[in-house]
């Protein structure tokens, strides 16, 4: 599956999911509020609408867009069809190392891996290739790879980056001010945020990649091609594939929402003094949080 057709699935389940919260008779957003709340571009926006007009879930006549009718479970993807092959190769990488509790300077080869994960061989070099330019695996001359493991050097180093980029980042974004597109871009994720604090028993795995987007407003805009590729490992390791505790998630993920949510308010605001501060704190408690719930591997 491309990475396009799944980004697809995916908005188009997120517009389900919408749809039903607001219920019969209700009207949607513009399209380019939808693609701002969603992170997707508009053509997919108007194609994920095409096909709910099409599959009668909607009406739509110009600008105006109706629900008729509340969606079923047969209207939505399967989440496994939601994802790229890049991404869950990229997991299943995650789980092959971690599961089967692989320590730094296990080998690591490519044709074990395609056999494992179902996926081509282009595919996996890739993936490790990603990972090698970080210090994660490394590549022996006439070797297989070698796992370097994730210390807590290796997250300390990691996270003091994020910091230098990501503050930088948030500083222009500040700078560019209340009409920009940033900003439209962040306020444009206020429902969603409360959508998953009220539902956080059942909605907190949703949080990931919510926070992937919260971030994203102002990395993007940095116009760093470095920070961009870098941002990609930091979503990986903060959120999907290394050994978080699993006790406590549910409460992480609500106290982190909490905090963006306090971000957006004071951008919505226009005072860029408390979101500054706002933001500072939130990295504070993410460096904090990761400290606390990795499991560490030992250097070599």
């Known amino acids: 599956m491309s990475r396009d ?3 697809y699935k995916e908005t188009f389940n997120r517009a389900l999911d919408l749809i039903a919260k607001n219920g019969v008779g209700a009207t949607l957003p513009t399209e380019s509020e939808l693609s701002q709340r969603w992170g997707t571009s508009r053509t997919t926006v108007r194609a994920v609408l095409t096909q709910l ?18 969606p079923l479970k047969r209207d ?12 869950r190769v990229q997991s299943k990488f995650m789980e092959y190392v971690l599961g089967g509790n692989l ?11 395609v056999r ?19 210090g994660l695996i490394e590549k022996k001359p006439n070797r297989a790879w070698v796992l370097r493991g994730f210390t807590r050097e290796f997250a300390a180093e990691l996270f003091d980056v994020r910091e230098m980029f990501e503050r930088r980042a948030f500083e222009g974004f500040l700078k560019a001010g209340s009409q920009s597109a940033g900003h439209q871009a962040l306020r444009a994720l206020e429902p969603e945020h409360r959508r998953i604090m009220a539902h956080i028993d059942t909605a ?12 994203r407003v102002w990395v993007d805009q940095l116009g760093n091609r470095f920070a961009d590729d870098f941002f990609g490992l930091v979503s990986v390791v903060f959120h999907y594939h290394y050994r978080w505790n699993k006790k406590g998630e549910r409460e992480r993920n ?18 860029f003094s408390e979101a500054q501060l706002r933001f500072d704190e939130h990295l504070e408690h993410a460096r904090s949080t990761l400290m606390k ?8």
Do not use: C, M
């Open 53 to 70: 007009n099409t599959a009668g879930v909607i009406s739509w006549l110009g600008r105006k867009k109706v629900v008729l009718r509340k």
């Open 254 to 271: 609500y106290y982190a929402a909490q905090q963006h949510l306090a971000v957006i308010e004071a951008v919505a605001k226009g005072n």
């Open 293 to 300: 719930s990795v499991q560490w591997d030992q250097p070599a």
């Open 5 to 7: 057709k799944s980004t």
């Open 116 to 134: 494992a994960f179902g996926a081509s061989t282009s595919v996996v070099r890739e993936l490790l290739i990603r990972f090698s330019r970080f």
């Open 204 to 215: 907190y795995r949703d949080f990931p990649r919510l926070d992937e987007q919260f971030h």
């Open 103 to 113: 320590k730094p300077g296990t080998l690591v080869r490519e044709s074990d891996l």
């Open 76 to 87: 939505f993807f399967p989440a496994e069809e939601t994802t790229s092959t890049s991404e």
